[in-house]
């Protein structure tokens, strides 16, 4: 099994200290995108709204979350063991799993591939993200 990642609260407070964490970092990169984009100061204040920082925030800290990714066996002798919900998306015929843990939630996300590893952790990361994190912070 392989770990990767560097958010992995316990607690809904020590999620809610990682996403606040990552708020400069969602400014600087909005702020530097519209740079990058050419908005003039009228442009980036129509524009770039708290929307869109938060937006970036949510993705910057979805993007940080630590996952756990392994074949089909590991990840089944994980969940027999796993004192959480586990919510399974994807086919049941591949052989790759990745997944997040959110033990403050009694919940986990998973999600199945089979060679596209990046694409499966990047969106097993927004989906814990949606269903486990949105609404609590």
């Not at 964490?21 to 908005?39: I, K, L, N």
């Not at 843990?101 to 949606?130: C, I, N, S, W, Y």
Request: charged share 30%; no cysteine.
């Amino acid at each position: 099994m392989e770990t990767e990642g560097v958010f992995d609260p316990e607690t809904l407070d020590a999620a809610r200290e990682a996403y606040e964490s990552v708020g400069p970092a969602a400014q600087t990169a909005v702020r530097e995108t519209a740079t990058a984009m050419e908005f003039d100061r009228e442009e980036y204040t129509d524009r770039v709204t708290s929307e869109v920082v938060e937006t970036a925030r949510d993705a910057i800290f979805a993007s940080l979350l630590v996952v756990r990714v392994a074949d089909r066996d590991a990840f089944e002798a994980w969940r027999a063991d796993a004192d959480v919900d586990v919510t399974v998306l994807g086919s049941p015929d591949v052989s790759r799993v990745v997944w997040h843990v959110a033990p403050f939630a009694d919940a986990a996300v998973a999600a199945t591939f089979e060679a596209e590893r990046d694409a499966a952790v990047a969106t097993l990361r927004r989906q814990a993200f949606g269903r486990l994190y949105r609404d609590r912070l």
